[in-house]
């Protein structure tokens, strides 16, 4: 069976982070890529992948951009990462699952910013504007101070914003409770 590790790295170039995907000592993203930001990556591994998993993104820093991906197919005690020009690697099924979960689990590599960011997903997931826009994300890197948070309908998006201490979590999920009441709908 093949070993799986990962590390998280920043990227200084865009203001995020990378996975980078360690299979038996080889970064299967390899030097010409970045890894995905760790809510990205996460996302996509705890939402029951089938098929394709994306690995890795463009040197640009966009995803859809030349990414790199891998062909996953799972079996009852095995899960099969196969991509060109990587011979194909096979995991043990429970082994693979508790990377998954360390990996979701490991907030180690997080700036307060990033923290920030977390809590108010977590806060405003699934919710919809009195307009009835839904979340998509929130962001403490656009401008010093200040929250964005995305909303969209009918693949239109408007960016909402609060300021906030920039130093505590306490501070920006007091100013994004009352977004949330202002704004949203129960």
Not at 82 to 109: C, E, G, P
Not at 140 to 148: D, F, H
Not at 151 to 169: A, M, P, R, Y
């Amino acid at each position: 069976m093949s070993n799986l590790s990962y590390q998280i790295l920043p990227n200084d170039d865009d203001n995020t982070y990378e996975v980078r995907f360690i299979v038996d000592g080889t970064d299967w993203i390899g030097d010409d890529h970045l890894g995905l930001d760790p809510p990205d990556i996460i996302r996509q591994l705890t939402q029951g992948h089938k098929g394709n998993l994306i690995i890795g993104r463009c040197s640009c820093g966009c995803m859809g951009c030349d990414d790199v991906s891998v062909h996953v197919r799972r079996a009852a005690t095995s899960v099969e990462w196969s991509s060109h020009n990587r011979a194909t690697a096979i995991f043990d099924a429970d082994y693979y699952d508790q990377q998954v979960s360390m990996l979701s689990k490991d907030f180690a590599w997080e700036p307060l910013n990033r923290t920030v960011e977390r809590h108010l997903d977590a806060m405003f997931s699934s919710k919809v504007t009195d307009d009835g826009y839904r979340y998509d994300w929130a962001s403490t890197r656009i401008k010093a101070g200040v929250i964005n948070i995305s909303v969209t309908k009918e693949h239109h998006q408007k960016l909402l914003e609060f300021s906030w201490d920039g130093t505590t979590i306490e501070s920006a999920m007091t100013r994004g409770r009352q977004l949330l009441k202002e704004r949203f709908v129960d």
